[in-house]
């Protein structure tokens, strides 16, 4: 066991160790040194309008250029590119059908292996022609409307309709609840509602137009639903005359009607809309954030801000070019499937592979299969996937042809060490740049990463902040700390892609995000900056427990124990204790055929003393099977901080993977 420790022990050292890019990938990237990324970091600060200005004119397409590019109109109130007009369906469609019309845009694989693929002048058109569609539903310029709908091409396609047509888009994850669903209907003030009839997961029929017809129960302002019929459900009810129904079909009934995807595309006839020209700050989507307490937050995203945000990082953080085919695993649902899962790839011009069902279906080779089959090249997932990948051993990707990916990415979590270099070298052959990538649905796209082929990575570590983006780590009082040691992380100055507002509740973003530490964007994360200059996130400040006086990183000890041999997942929970305040109590899923027995329990905890301190003996390590997570793959942590303390799960449970 001694030695177990100190092999444990050299891993978490090992962290600290600047791993250079990979020679072959540094000499064709974009940036391909270290001083270049730093002379333009430096420059893009220190003259950050004119940063903007350039890189704004040169990656999107406007209509009409700005004004001013900059405006804070007081109480938080920021715009950028005043006076432009722009729109985000022609920036990621219509400007690339000059050199790239028979191009792939979208590839699509179902989970019953079922496939599709769209080039972006076919893609153009059914986006074109469904906007023509939804204009003929009455569907305008300033309206919301909400999908929820699944991973299908049609969800991409409905998306980018609303952005033509200036509307804005929520997407609901398609895994809430009728309950989640109605109440963010309700919050967004929508009145359409585009659905499926069924979307599938590990082999099941999920019913979402009966989750939708119940949600809509509470939405009474929603005139219509949109379903995409797929195989699973009955046609919708008709008349005689062939017009669809009002539901339900008998009895007193229902304040809206349904039609069906199809019938809208088929409404335009062959005509397609136009791109409306929209403001620089036209809102292009909200997207809600599902506390585990509280109203849940729409976060509205603005259209130029957010458009050059996702396609500028795209560009640098990803190193993409008119080769790449980008698989991001998210869902759309989530922001990380907005960004890189359709609008930043899209805008630059690359492909986007997209995936509907679980990772591990039906078995677990199937994510190294669909890389191999499709010659996927860049892979963007998040910790959670990986380390339920390692617990199945290095030889199932190794089985595989993985030779067409050239770059892999992280997102979601802090990656531990071990995962990280897992990833590397079991996925990456040691000649894929693995970026670990820090960001929140309220930043819009990436704000700390390394730069592929310039910036060395550190196992751990987000990198740096990235062009334009000012940040420091900072006390109570919002003064700098020393290079080392821990603090709040905040941003210093606006930036073009951050959230604009919290829909309906302008105070509750001012109180949230610029009232806790004034003059600074407060990210609600602890973090620390290494004398190289690295970020090293520390997890939420919620997630940051005291015990004793003294504080402690539950992310740390996660990524303390995910190093230990031993361990295969884990998660650390503060609980409340009479006496020290709080304890650290641990969850822990092993690796096969490791006995979980009070032997491994106790080295377990004497590692984390030894590696710590006496302060972070945990009360409690428990053995599970598997962790709790949400079918995107965080672990949901409250539902075991709720079992540590012996209450009933809270919060919405929707979206936990069954």
């Excluded at 509280?294 to 995203?301: T, V």
Aim: proline share 5%.
């Amino acid at each position: 066991m001694a030695e177990t420790l100190r092999s444990s022990a050299q891993t978490m050292m090992a962290a600290e160790q600047i791993i250079p890019p990979p020679p072959a990938f540094a000499a064709q990237a974009l940036l391909g040194s270290h001083s270049a990324f730093v002379k333009r970091w430096q420059d893009s600060v220190e003259n950050s309008e004119a940063f903007w200005a350039e890189e704004a004119a040169e990656l999107l397409s406007w209509e009409k250029t700005w004004d001013q590019l900059f405006v804070d109109q007081g109480e938080c109130r920021f715009h950028w590119f005043s006076g432009g007009m722009l729109n985000a369906s022609y920036n990621c469609l219509d400007r690339h059908l000059t050199s790239r019309a028979h191009k792939t845009a979208l590839l699509w694989e179902g989970e019953d292996g079922s496939e599709r693929s769209f080039t972006f002048r076919e893609l153009r058109d059914l986006v074109a022609q469904f906007a023509q569609g939804l204009a003929a539903k009455g569907v305008k310029q300033g309206d919301v409307v909400t999908l929820y709908m699944g991973m299908v091409p049609e969800l991409t396609i409905t998306m980018l309709a609303c952005a033509r047509l200036g509307a804005a888009h929520n997407v609901v994850f398609a895994g809430f609840s009728a309950e989640s669903l109605g109440a963010r209907i309700g919050d967004a003030n929508s009145a359409l509602l585009i659905t499926a009839d069924v979307c599938y997961r590990r082999g099941k029929e999920i019913p979402l137009l009966a989750i939708s017809r119940e949600a809509l129960q509470q939405c009474p302002d929603v005139r219509e639903l949109i379903i995409l019929e797929r195989a699973g459900s009955p046609p919708l009810p008709q008349s005689s005359s062939g017009e669809h129904l009002l539901f339900p079909p008998q009895g007193g009934a229902s304040h809206f009607r349904e039609s069906s995807w199809q019938e809208t595309l088929e409404l335009a006839k062959g005509q397609q809309h136009p791109a409306v020209a929209v403001p620089s700050e036209q809102p292009l989507f909200m997207l809600y954030t599902s506390g585990s307490t509280g109203k849940p937050k729409g976060i509205l995203h603005s259209t130029a801000g957010y458009l050059l945000g996702a396609t500028l990082s795209c560009r640098y953080v990803f190193d993409l070019n008119d080769r790449d085919i980008f698989w991001c695993t998210a869902d759309q649902g989530w922001i990380t499937g907005h960004t890189y899962g359709l609008y930043g790839p899209l805008s630059l011009g690359a492909s986007v592979f997209m995936y509907e069902g679980a990772l591990d279906f039906p078995d677990w080779e199937r994510v190294w299969r669909m890389i191999t089959r499709h010659r996927l090249t860049i892979f963007y997932t998040a910790p959670t996937a990986l380390r339920a990948f390692i617990k199945q051993g290095p030889d199932r990707p190794r089985a595989h042809d993985l030779s067409s990916l050239r770059l892999l990415g992280s997102v979601g979590e802090m990656i531990n060490p071990r995962v990280w270099h897992w990833f590397y070298h079991t996925v990456g052959g040691e000649r894929c740049p693995l970026v670990d990538t820090w960001w929140q649905t309220e930043t819009g796209a990436a704000m700390v990463s390394t730069i592929p082929g310039a910036v060395g990575s550190k196992p751990g570590s987000a990198g740096y902040p990235l062009f334009g983006i000012d940040l420091q780590v900072v006390d109570e009082n919002g003064s700098e700390v020393a290079r080392g040691s821990q603090g709040y992380l905040v941003i210093t100055r606006p930036w073009p892609y951050m959230m604009r507002t919290i829909v309906g509740d302008h105070q509750r973003f001012i109180d949230t995000y610029w009232r806790q530490l004034p003059g600074c964007y407060f990210t609600g994360d602890f973090a620390r900056r290494d004398a190289d200059g690295y970020v090293w996130i520390l997890g939420r400040c919620d997630d940051v427990i005291n015990v004793s006086a003294h504080r402690i990183s539950t992310m740390e000890v996660e990524s303390l124990l995910v190093a230990h041999p031993l361990v295969a997942e884990a998660a650390a929970v503060g609980v409340r204790d009479a006496l020290t305040g709080q304890q650290l109590q641990c969850f822990v899923s092993l690796q096969p055929r490791v006995s979980a027995d009070s032997s491994t329990r106790e080295a377990l905890i004497a590692y984390i003393v030894r590696s710590i301190g006496s302060f972070a003996r945990p009360r409690e390590v428990v053995f599970v099977e598997s962790l709790p997570k949400t079918r995107s793959g965080k672990i949901m942590r409250r539902i075991l901080r709720d079992k540590a303390e012996g209450r009933e799960a809270s919060g919405d449970l929707s979206t936990l993977e069954s």
